[in-house]
């Protein structure tokens, strides 16, 4: 069993809906929790970054974690054809190596 | 620009040759991580250097690989004897510094996509 299971998608929806991504892990040690967009043939990109439960916003974009469920989401609200990417969570304990999701790949249509 | 460059982009051998790839992270940062990602999965850790210093190394970072951070700048990642497979995109992170910028994000550079044949 991976540390880091991703919901393996692919998402499409149509513009303006709300994407929901989630992520669960198994190993209770991790404490640093991000998401990555990932578009195709580049490197990933720092999205949100955070390291305590509860709800984190940053504009469209709100990162949730629940750390006794082991569970985190990151949502997006009114998404654009823009936000059309792979979208990699990844998290880590306080070793600085982080263990990544396989990624769900997001189609938003205009 | 000021982000973590790699080079080259892209990479074609053919199996049994070596290669080697360069990393040049954000110029204030001390950490840099080498990473391996294989199409449809997330990347997966090898190694990471603080400083010129390598503190760990992935059991994936099989003998016929090596990296280097000779000066605590650039980085080298060098894999001998190829086989295909190796073939995968090898991604350079870089993290920590002294002016604001949290250690905890790893910022990464555009990847060097290898294709061994």
């Known amino acids: 069993q991976k540390e880091v299971e991703q919901d393996p998608g692919p998402l499409s929806v149509p513009e303006g809906a709300i994407v929901s991504l989630n992520c669960t892990y198994s190993?209770?040690?991790?404490?640093?929790f991000m998401w990555y967009r990932q578009y195709s043939r580049k490197g990933p990109e720092l999205l949100m970054y955070?390291?305590?439960?509860g709800n984190k916003e940053d504009g469209r974009f709100t990162a949730q974690v629940d750390k006794s469920s082991k569970y985190i989401s990151l949502f997006i609200r009114d998404s654009q054809p823009s936000d059309s990417a792979t979208y990699l969570c990844?998290?880590?304990?306080?070793?600085?190596?982080?263990?990544f999701g396989a990624g769900t790949t997001v189609t938003v249509r205009a | 620009d000021t982000g973590v460059s790699q080079d080259p982009r892209h990479k074609i051998t053919k199996r049994g040759q070596n290669v080697t790839f360069r990393c040049d992270p954000i110029s204030e940062h001390n950490r840099l991580y080498w990473y391996r990602q294989t199409l449809g999965q997330g990347p997966e850790f090898l190694t990471y250097f603080q400083n010129e210093a390598q503190l760990e190394k992935s059991r994936l970072l099989s003998d016929r690989f090596s990296a280097e951070r000779p000066k605590g700048s650039f980085s080298t990642l060098e894999i001998q004897r190829t086989e295909q497979g190796d073939s995968a995109m090898y991604l350079c992170?870089?993290?920590?510094?002294?002016?604001?910028?949290?250690?905890?994000?790893?910022?990464f550079g555009p990847g060097t996509r290898l294709t061994v044949l």
């Open positions: 955070t390291y305590s439960s």
């Open positions: 992170a870089s993290s920590g510094g002294e002016t604001g910028i949290s250690y905890n994000e790893q910022f």
């Open positions: 190993n209770s040690a991790f404490q640093y």
């Open positions: 990844a998290m880590r304990s306080y070793d600085y190596k982080l263990s």
